[in-house]
Each structure stands twice: as C-alpha cells, then as structure tokens.
C-alpha cells in the first residue's frame, strides 16, 4: 500500500532548504490555536482565533506563555507563528514534517525537540502515532501536534493549582512536563501490550490457531514501530541533559535525569517483548510440529495394526485351487477370531509401551 506521507515527501525533492512543505497526512478539520498564559498568582487560557492574538502575550512581564497548536497542514499559520518569535525556517520546517526521527537541536535563543506521542485506539484495536514537536523560549513554549486530543490534560489541570510547580517555576519544567507526561503514557500502551501478550501465551498454549498466530505478527510489527519511535529518546534526553544553555535550569536537570530513567525502563519493556513475541513464533511452529508428529503416529499406528491383517486377507484372497483352508467349515470365522486377536494384541502392546 503507498503511504500518503511518502507521496507528500516527493514535493520536497529540489526545494531549497527551508521551504515549508506539510509532509504527512491531515489529521485534524482546522487548527486550533490554544494559549495558557500564567505565572504563580494568575492563569489565562484562551483559544485564539488568529496568530496574530499572540503577539499580546508573547513578551509580557512576569508572565509564561504555552502556545499549542492542534493540526499542521495550513502552513501559513506555522509560518506567521515562527515569523513572530523568530523561530529557524529549518526548524519549522522539521515541524511540518511529520516523519522526523526524535531529536533535540539547541539554536541558542530556544531549544528544540520533536517526540513521538503514541495513543491507542481500543476500538480499532491499533496504535497510534502522532508527532508532537516542542520550542522551548526564554519565557514561552510553543507545541505543535497532528491533531485534537493528547495526553496533556492532566498538566492542564495542574496549571489551575496555584500551588503547583508548574505555576511556580519557568517554562522549561513545563517543557519537562509535556516530555514527562508523553514517556509516561508509553507505560499504559506497554501495559496493554503485556495483557494482550499473556492471552496471546494462553492461547497459543491451549489450542495454537492460524489466528494466533497472525495476532502475534500484528504485535511484532507494533514492537518494531514502538522502538522506533522510542530508542531514539535516549540520545534526545542525554542531549538535555548535557544542553550548555540557560534555558533549562539546573532545578530542572533533575527532573531530566528522572525521565531518561523512564526511558530506559520503556526501551527495557519493549525489548523484552520483542524476544517474547520471537519466542512465541517458535513456540507455535513447535506446537504445530508436534501437533503433526501426534497424527502421524496415529496414522503410523493404525496402519501397523492394519499391515498382519492385511498379508492374512492378502493370502486368502488368492485364487489357488489347492488351499485346504478354503474347505474347512469354520475356516471363516477361524481367520476372522485370529485377526482381530491380532489386531487387539498389537494395540495393547502399543497401549503398554505408551505409544498410544
């Protein structure tokens, strides 16, 4: 099947570096503009109608600017965001691709990283992906997703409370967050991965099926797009760690070192499950292969039983003249006894020699 995302891809071919191209598919009906603008005493959200809205906010006093943007395929209203807060044209254009490797890149006036956020869809029963980029300013952030609906709310919420650390401290621990909070939903996604891999065992156990087997196919190839999205954030989170820049206070670097020990605990899951899965595979070839050698021992053995009974129908079933067997009275019911003798003898001889 052709991917849509490598199809937008060709209209990048020869263009200057720097040209905004949305590569990728549309995922959202509009863009949505949502901005919190906060700081320990005093909270604002608001959804924007234009661009142009944050300019009232982007360098107030005292004040900590989040601006998140829902759907990357009207270009125009990246590129009017990036002009405002003199964002690289490289950079917006890593935004709109939406194929990009997870990494951060340090521009000096703001830092730049790209993740993977991956939700499940329990209805399709599939996985899904989305990319999800962060610019992180002396006193804003700006987020770009594919689409509607995140794993943001609960940092939404903890942006009401005062009390919070969010509202407390600057914009790079909630860069921290928003990182935090997409590693931490790799756990639920592994979660139902391990249920769905323990049935998957049970079954394969019980009664190993065609259907067992193309389900733990479909899982291989989740692993495969799990770890690709995820191994990379070793190298994005050391990078911050490591960043030589003002933006990320030492405060923060704490936090930091917390989350490249969720990475690490996420990639340590995914690899295990990657070897069960393989192991799986071998489990159901060998059960099938066993599964066969029961039948044709079966068949081998009722075609042993068969193989005596078979020479005696075989031997009085040729038309010599001169077989005095032929004549005698009870010769029938003689041969007939002495076959199924033998044919019971030989079943309980495989019987005792547990061949059966």
């Known amino acids: 099947m052709k991917s849509r995302a490598f199809g937008r891809r060709k209209l990048k071919v020869g263009l200057a570096p720097g040209t905004l191209v949305h590569v990728g598919e549309k995922k959202a009906e509009k863009v949505v503009i949502r901005a919190w603008i906060y700081n320990s005493e005093e909270l604002i959200e608001k959804e924007l109608q234009t661009v142009e809205e ?3 906010f982007k360098d107030k006093p005292g004040m900590n600017l989040w601006v998140n943007i829902d759907g990357l395929d009207q270009i125009e209203v990246i590129e009017k965001l ?3 807060f003199k964002i690289h044209p490289l950079t917006l254009e890593d935004v709109l691709n939406t194929s990009q ?12 990283t790209v993740l993977k956020m991956i939700l499940l869809d329990e209805e399709r029963e599939e996985i899904i992906i989305d990319q999800v980029s962060i610019i992180l300013g002396p006193n804003y952030i700006l987020s770009f997703q594919e689409r509607e609906g995140d794993v943001f709310d609960p940092l939404r919420e903890r942006l009401k409370n005062p009390a919070s650390r969010l509202r407390k401290n600057g914009v790079d621990h909630l860069a921290y967050s928003l990182i935090d909070a997409v590693i931490d939903n790799y756990f639920l996604i592994l979660e139902h991965f391990g249920e769905e891999i323990e049935d998957l065992e049970e079954k394969l156990i019980v009664s190993p099926v065609p259907e067992t087997m193309r389900m733990i196919q479909k899982h291989k190839r989740e692993m495969i797009i799990l770890r690709r999205s995820v191994w990379p954030l070793r190298e994005l989170i050391n990078s911050l760690q490591r960043v030589e820049s003002g933006l990320i206070k030492e405060t923060t670097q704490i936090y930091l070192r917390d989350v490249y020990d ?3 605990q996420v990639i340590d899951s995914i690899e295990a499950f990657r ?4 192991s799986m595979v071998d489990v159901y070839l060998s059960s099938l292969s066993n599964r066969m050698n029961d039948i044709m021992k079966v068949l081998t053995i009722i075609a042993t039983i068969f193989i005596p ?4 129908s075989g031997v009085y079933g040729m038309n010599f003249e001169y077989m005095p067997e032929l004549e005698w009275r009870w010769g029938y019911p003689v041969v007939l006894t002495g076959m199924a003798l033998i044919g019971i003898s030989m079943f309980l001889y495989f019987k005792k020699r547990r061949w059966v």
């Open 54 to 56: 944050c300019l009232a």
């Open 82 to 84: 990036g002009s405002y």
């Open 101 to 112: 490797r997870p990494k951060m890149e340090d521009y000096d006036s703001y830092i730049y």
């Open 262 to 264: 969720h990475t690490i």
């Open 275 to 278: 070897d069960i899965l393989s």
């Open 309 to 312: 009974l078979t020479f005696i």
